[in-house]
């Protein structure tokens, strides 16, 4: 099987955790449902949370799609499936994560967005900060 799990982990993301992976050619992987969990993507319904392609739907809004996909192909956002021995993963490379948010941020400056998508342009600002902060400390 391709895209087999050489390491498991979480990022911890002040309040919450992100289910992360290195895949044996090194590809970095983010949980596809630990990634609308942080943009804040999943609603709680009836104590129940439900997740299920709300990425997806999201990316798809017209609204939001030439903040998006401005400069990437259609298939850029396209999960990826990874495998843990025989459990199946589906993820997202990493940068993917930073690439929506930009989208977001870019979106929020230029148009007028809902409700919903305000929200989680807001809890991207705060992913891209923390991503910064994380990003200087490993660098120094």
């Given at each position: 099987m391709d895209n087999q799990i050489?390491?498991?982990g979480?990022?911890?993301l002040g309040g919450f955790t992100l289910p992360c992976y290195v895949l044996e050619?090194?590809?970095?992987?983010l949980s596809g449902r630990g990634m609308q969990?942080?943009?804040k993507m999943v609603d709680v319904e009836d104590g129940k949370q439900t997740a299920g392609t709300?990425?997806?739907r999201y990316l798809d809004q017209k609204s939001l799609k030439p903040f998006i996909f401005k400069d990437k192909p259609m298939d850029?956002?396209?999960p990826m499936v990874c495998y843990m021995g025989e459990k199946k993963i589906n993820g997202y490379e990493a940068t993917i994560l930073i690439d929506i948010c930009d989208g977001f941020l870019e979106a929020r400056k230029h148009i007028q967005l809902s409700p919903r998508q305000s929200i989680?342009?807001?809890q991207c600002e705060i992913l891209v900060r923390s991503f910064a902060k994380v990003g200087l400390i490993a660098l120094i």
């Open positions: 050489k390491y498991e979480t990022l911890d050619d090194g590809t970095r992987v969990e942080a943009l709300r990425l997806t850029h956002f396209s989680i342009a807001d």
